[in-house]
């Protein structure tokens, strides 16, 4: 069994949109730029569910993996951007891959403004996993 996420998902005080908490202390809304107070740091989160897949598992996506909440959803897609990444061969930097990579992912037109805060996650959550690292560090 792998490791589930059933926090709410943080909303900003200001717009109402919601965010996802990748740092220590207090937050900047991706959608409006307003100051959120802290809130639980999902990059540390992520990074011990996809340490415990790896080391249980050796991959970095469960094969029996169900979304049960919005949390689930988002380390789904961390998933696959480190699965892509391991398997592909043209970058050898995490940071130049999701940038090009993250203009792919597809999102509803209502979440369009967490694409740059998903890439800035997935960065930070690979920063825990390899600190310094490269590609061949990740594999």
């Given at each position: 069994?792998?490791?589930?996420?059933?926090?709410?998902?943080?909303?900003?005080?200001?717009?109402?949109?919601?965010y996802l908490?990748?740092?220590?202390?207090?937050?900047?809304?991706?959608?409006?730029?307003?100051?959120?107070?802290?809130?639980?740091?999902?990059?540390s989160m992520?990074?011990?569910?996809?340490?415990?897949n790896l080391?249980?598992?050796?991959?970095?996506?469960?094969?029996?993996?169900?979304?049960?909440?919005?949390?689930?959803?988002?380390?789904?897609?961390?998933?696959?951007?480190?699965?892509?990444?391991?398997?592909?061969?043209?970058?050898?930097?995490?940071?130049?891959?999701?940038?090009?990579?993250?203009?792919?992912?597809?999102?509803?037109?209502?979440?369009?403004?967490?694409?740059?805060?998903?890439?800035?996650?997935?960065?930070?959550?690979?920063?825990?996993?390899?600190?310094?690292?490269?590609?061949?560090?990740?594999?």
């Amino acid at each position: 069994m792998t490791i589930h996420f059933h926090e709410d998902v943080p909303q900003c005080t200001a717009c109402g949109k919601s965010y996802l908490p990748y740092a220590e202390g207090h937050y900047q809304c991706p959608n409006c730029g307003a100051q959120n107070d802290p809130v639980y740091n999902f990059s540390s989160m992520a990074a011990s569910s996809i340490q415990f897949n790896l080391d249980n598992y050796y991959t970095y996506h469960p094969m029996a993996w169900m979304a049960t909440s919005k949390l689930d959803e988002v380390i789904s897609v961390l998933f696959n951007l480190f699965t892509m990444f391991k398997e592909q061969k043209e970058y050898a930097d995490y940071n130049t891959f999701v940038s090009l990579k993250i203009e792919e992912l597809p999102l509803d037109p209502e979440n369009e403004y967490l694409r740059e805060h998903i890439r800035h996650l997935s960065v930070a959550v690979f920063n825990r996993l390899v600190p310094g690292g490269t590609k061949m560090e990740f594999m």
